[in-house]
């Protein structure tokens, strides 16, 4: 999780809402992503997104079949069908986000019995560092509006 949040800490230095997740396999990181919608001009490239996309490149397979992904922040209901098609085997998060979490706030997206993969997910690891960076660039977006 501490890598997840290093790749948040990047989204924040660069300008974009400071989430990061990591994907890995067999203890070792083989995708790494942070949120880069206002950089590459993409609605889907969140965190998550990118960090599958650099693990298939990695494994050659679309499929991160025995992989986990850790996110610094509770993903939304595009991630959560990126990480089940994906086929990733748990889902670690940071905190929760309650307006657009799929997991535990807005909906319980993983819990469907009509889903073809079934993900494990565990929440709230280093939920207060991840939370205290997405405050402090919020309060910070509200500074320069008011300035």
């Known amino acids: 999780m501490t890598e997840a949040m290093n790749m948040a800490k990047l989204a924040f230095n660069n300008d974009e809402v ?10 070792k990181i083989i995708g790494r992503g942070f949120n880069q919608v206002v950089a ?17 490149q990695f494994i050659k397979n679309y499929r991160l079949i025995g992989c986990d992904i850790f996110v610094t922040l509770e993903p939304c209901h595009m991630c959560a069908k990126a990480i089940v098609d994906s086929r990733i085997d748990t889902l670690y998060f940071g ?4 307006k657009t979490g799929a997991i535990e706030s807005i909906d319980q997206f993983l ?18 560092q ?5 405050k402090k ?10 300035s």
Request: aromatic content about 4%; proline content about 3%.
């Open 18 to 27: 400071p989430v990061g997740a990591i994907v890995v396999n067999n203890g």
């Open 111 to 128: 819990d469907r019995d009509d889903l073809n993969h079934k993900v494990l997910y565990s929440g709230g690891h280093m939920k207060q």
């Open 130 to 134: 991840s939370s205290n960076l997405l």
């Open 40 to 56: 590459k001009n993409s609605v889907s490239s969140h965190a998550e997104i990118n960090a599958i996309n650099e693990a298939s």
């Open 95 to 98: 905190a929760n986000e309650p």
């Open 137 to 146: 660039f919020f309060q910070s977006k509200r500074l320069q509006q008011s």
